[in-house]
Structure formats: structure tokens, C-alpha cells
């Protein structure tokens, strides 16, 4: 369900909305979808009413419901600790965990942080022929101008065209002002089976890597859902559930089995901005392909 802004007068803190399991069922606050092409969105409403359901014993009833809004990632971040949305879903940086709590169970088990190049399709064979580093930090890559990974590509090198709207990103490569869109391993099947992508393709011959969680964030002071999130998204990672979501959901189970990509040639980028706290070492939590 969508909802329109609230005032704010009319808002609930969520350190008040969530003190408590709750008789009637509780609202979760979200992003609504910022583009037909964004079509992750879905995983990420799905997967978060699951960690709800499967948490309602002890907390209580709960449903997300989806808030319209021109939402930049500063924006929606803001949002968390204004109670304007309850949760939020990104990639993670040190900065963003000083300033908001972050659920550490990797959405995608670290399959955000495999890119794809997206590029368009008369340029395929062209793209063939890059085959070292040097080939691909002369070409343009199309990324969000808050997003994280925009800053671990430059610091790695590459150059990139900072774009302020997704759905600009994907129009900006069909005209050529970029020359590639690396996207997750996770979003680019489902954006690419939207209408309209047809002159696009993913050129599966090149993977650039780097690790990068994609985490829920909740705000500052909500800890009574970062303990509903957390601890159940932890259950769901250890008992497996969380794995079977991500090869079964309709926006991802076309990407498995990855052996396909075993031949790809990979390039393995560093990522500074990445928390002392993130668990790289818990290989239950990350794919054997994302691996650190």
C-alpha cells in the first residue's frame, strides 16, 4: 500500500511507535518505487514483510506500506531519523553507520558488490575487446550521484558520470553519454527484463568487484526494530531461509546457478569505505563467488 506525505505533525517517532509489541498491527514505513525500472523494489518489500512475519510471535503484527516521495538516497536516509520512513535499504559505508543502525546480515550475500556492465547492445562486440584494467578506467561509467559505489570506482580509477535520478541513468546509456552501467549481480536481470531495455544487454565477459553489503537501516534511535530486524534476518541467514528467499524470488532466481560467470574475467577493486564491523569473515553470510 501507498501513502502520500503525512504532516509532520501527525508523524509517530518510531522510538515511541516500536517501545512495545503492539495488539493492532504496526505500520513499516518505505520507500514507494522510484522507477519502473527499479525493479528491485519488490525484493526488498518482500523480504522485508517476511522478516515481519517471521517475527510476529514476539513482536506482534506488522505490514510495510509504501510512501510516495522524490526520494534521493541523502534524502530518504534523513528520513529515517525524522520517522518520515522506518526503513531504508543500502549499500553500507562508515558513514552511514556512525549516523543510522544498520542490520549487518547482507541482503544479497554480497552480490551487490558484483558488477555487471550494462551496456548498449550494437557496442557488444566492441566491448570484447577491453580487456584489461587500463581499457576500462578509460571508459565512462553511469552511477547515482550519492551512491557509494560511485566513490569506490573513482578511488579505484574509473571514470564516472555522477547521475542524480535512476531513471535517467538508463536513458543516459541508450544516448551514449556513458558508456557502461555496472549494476548488481541482484538488480540487472529484473531492470533489464523491463520494457523498453531491448537495445541493452548485460556483457557478462567482464565482472568488476568489490565488497559491498547491502544492509537494512533503520534509524538512530529505533532500536526496538533494529532488535525485530536484526534478530530475525540472523536466524534467517543461519538457518538458510534468507539464502532460499534470494535463489527463489522472481527478481533474482534467474541469476543462479553463477557458474556461468566462472570464466568471466574479474576485476577486484578495493572498497575503503567499508565498516570495521562488516562480517566479511562469516562465509554463511556471503555467496562463495562474493567472497572477500
Known sequence: MKHYWLPLLFCLSMTQAWSAPETTSQIVWVESQRSARNASHEFYVDLLQLVLDNSREQWGEARVEEVNGDFSQFRAFAALNSGMLHVFWAGTTKQRQEKFKAVEVPLFAGLLGIRVPVIR????????????????????????????????????????????????????????????????????????????????????????????????????????????????????????????????????????????????????????????????????????????
Open 121 to 292: 547492445r550494437d557496442r557488444l562486440e566492441e566491448f570484447r575487446g577491453y580487456k584489461t584494467l587500463a581499457d576500462w578506467r578509460r571508459l565512462m561509467a553511469c552511477q547515482g550521484a550519492q551512491w557509494p559505489d560511485s566513490d569506490i570506482l573513482e578511488v579505484n580509477g574509473f571514470r564516472v558520470a555522477r547521475i542524480a535520478k535512476f531513471e535517467l541513468m538508463y536513458t543516459m546509456l541508450k544516448q551514449g553519454r556513458c558508456d557502461y552501467f555496472p549494476r548488481g549481480l541482484n538488480e540487472v536481470g529484473a531492470e533489464l527484463a523491463a520494457d523498453g531495455q531491448q537495445d541493452l544487454v548485460a556483457y557478462e565477459g567482464v565482472l568488476i568487484t568489490y565488497p559491498f553489503p547491502m544492509y537494512f537501516f533503520v534509524g538512530k534511535n529505533n532500536n526496538a526494530l533494529y532488535q525485530r530486524l536484526s534478530t530475525t534476518l540472523e536466524a534467517m541467514a543461519v538457518s538458510g531461509e534468507l539464502r532460499q528467499f534470494l535463489f527463489n524470488h522472481p527478481t533474482t532466481a534467474g541469476l543462479f546457478p553463477l557458474e556461468r560467470f566462472d570464466n568471466s574475467l574479474r576485476f577486484r577493486l578495493t572498497n575503503s569505505l567499508l565498516p570495521a564491523s562488516t562480517p566479511l569473515q562469516r562465509s554463511e553470510l556471503w555467496l562463495p563467488l562474493t567472497r572477500p
